[in-house]
């Protein structure tokens, strides 16, 4: 006996007379037909399905800084806008960004937003903190203008 593969066996079965073998073809090409419409359809609305993606890498939620200027940089998918404190900014080709921003001392929120063509919407805020810097003036004898300040005062409480 000859095996038959499949592409003998489809033609097999499309020249039989056989009502039944064609009916079980025309339904297999029918169901076959919407899966491939239906994984289209869900492959072409994907971006209105998930939304707008946002990565933060810098810098980590929870972080303390020292420097008064840092980076943010991270990642941004399925985009039309986005901004950083309310500021917009711009991904690269590939969908990354990287702006430096001030950071003023003590607690600081850093917020990220991102809208999709579709007006679907997230944020990402990161919470960092920088140190207060005590700044302490050496007073040294040379200079005369730190001693002479301590005189007047003095010689302003004998006066009265």
Known sequence: MKELGPSSLLQNLLMTN???SKRQIKIFLTILFFVLISGYIYFQSRNLITGPKLVVREP????SVTEPVITVSGEARNIA???LNNN????DDSGTFKEKIVVSEGYSKITISAKD?????TSEIIEIFRPRTEKIEQISPESGQQENDLENSENLGNET
């Open 60 to 63: 980590l939620n929870g972080a």
């Open 117 to 121: 063509r579709f007006n679907n919407s």
């Open 81 to 83: 806008f986005i901004t």
């Open 18 to 20: 056989n009502y039944s």
């Open 88 to 91: 917009q900014i711009f991904v």
